[in-house]
């Protein structure tokens, strides 16, 4: 098992910066990759970045150049929020898809992010 906690949210005014945390716990050696995902009300959870193993990342293309995700040796994933606009607010959660072949997904309970104009 996989244990995921966020940190980091709040609110900023547009344009600002915002840093979110995500450690994992648990067995982390069956983590192949971790991410950042986002869900909006009335609005369907959607991939807003992602991070392997390999530090290969990919992000949403409403989120490139301006958010950043990174990782660090003990399975802390960051994302960097800058320029933020008030349609990113949402409730960001932190991912970790596990190794084959069971490939498990984890969730964390999600932070919210609120973005003022």
């Known amino acids: 098992q996989v244990q995921l906690v966020e940190s980091g949210g709040g609110l900023v005014q547009a344009g600002g910066p915002l840093r979110l945390s995500c450690a994992a716990s648990?067995?982390?050696?069956?983590?192949?990759?971790m991410g950042w995902y986002r869900q909006a009300p009335g609005k369907q959870r959607e991939l807003v970045a992602a991070?392997?193993?390999?530090?290969?990342t990919n992000y949403a293309e409403y989120v490139q150049g301006r958010f950043t995700i990174s990782k660090n040796a003990k399975n802390t994933v960051y994302l960097q929020m800058n320029s933020l606009k008030p349609e990113d607010t949402a409730v960001y959660y932190c991912?970790?898809?596990?190794?084959?072949?069971?490939?498990?997904?984890?969730w964390g309970q999600g932070t919210q992010v609120t973005v003022s104009s």
């Open positions: 991912h970790a898809k596990g190794i084959a072949p069971m490939k498990l997904d984890y």
């Open positions: 648990g067995n982390i050696f069956s983590i192949n990759a």
């Open positions: 991070i392997t193993s390999g530090l290969s």
